[in-house]
């Protein structure tokens, strides 16, 4: 059983389409990561959450800690939002272990 | 301010033969991370590094090993390759322990 499950795998969105990526977790976390790989490996962060809700641009990542629960939304999805986005948790709260989902793989075409 | 830096981008090896990858954390950051990719896989937990000791490891045979040094730089160690260390190696930093984690370019090594 995998600690993180992320859906869909795979998405496909117009440009301009609002976007929503799932991750559920099953151990108990000091923080949430959202992370954005693009082709060529480099892996930026995008938000750190260990509760609520946070905004960057037209970025949101929420967090339900009581359902283990955490969402990211793109809002006006464009074409250079297409990458891999990643959910991982870990931290002190796990035993300083850190455990990845397998990604969530977006298209958006023009 | 350079961001993490890794070093080599690419190595080559053959089955046997041992590596050690390098990673310098932005400035500051006391707190080393290191994670295996595997194509077309996430992300899996190797190490973590916090003020020189050891604060994690995951699931990965002992020829894996690492080390942190005093100005927080750290190496990794793979002992004995096999065709199945093939992947990319990212390191990563993070100000404290449970800090947000600012990723390098990663190391691919590729074993023959």
């Known amino acids: 059983k995998n600690e993180v499950e992320q859906s869909p795998q795979n998405l496909t969105a117009q440009e301009g389409e609002f976007i929503t990526i799932n991750c559920s977790y099953s151990?108990?976390?000091?923080?949430l990561h959202w992370l954005q790989q693009h082709p060529g490996g480099g892996i930026v962060s995008l938000f750190m959450?260990?509760?609520g809700k946070k905004k960057h641009g037209r970025l949101i990542a929420t967090i339900n800690i009581q359902e283990k629960h955490s969402s990211l939304h793109i809002t006006a999805s464009h074409p250079r939002d297409s990458a891999v986005y990643i959910c991982a948790v870990g931290g002190t709260k796990t035993g300083n272990q850190f455990y990845f989902g397998t990604g969530t793989s977006l298209t958006v075409i023009p | 301010d350079a961001g993490v830096t890794q070093s080599p981008t690419h190595l080559i090896k053959t089955r046997g033969q041992q590596v050690t990858l390098r990673c310098s954390p932005i400035s500051g950051h006391k707190s080393v991370s290191w994670y295996q990719q595997v194509l077309g896989q996430g992300p899996q937990f190797i190490f973590q590094?916090?003020?020189?000791?050891?604060?994690g490891r995951g699931n990965f045979p002992d020829r894996f090993s690492a080390r942190q040094f005093p100005n927080y730089s750290s190496e990794l160690n793979v002992n004995a390759l096999l065709l199945g260390d093939s992947a990319l190696y990212l390191c990563a930093s993070s100000l404290f322990d449970d800090g947000e984690l600012f990723f390098g370019e990663g190391s691919r090594l590729t074993v023959l």
């Open positions: 959450l260990s509760s």
């Open positions: 151990v108990g976390i000091s923080a």
């Open positions: 590094y916090y003020e020189k000791e050891e604060r």
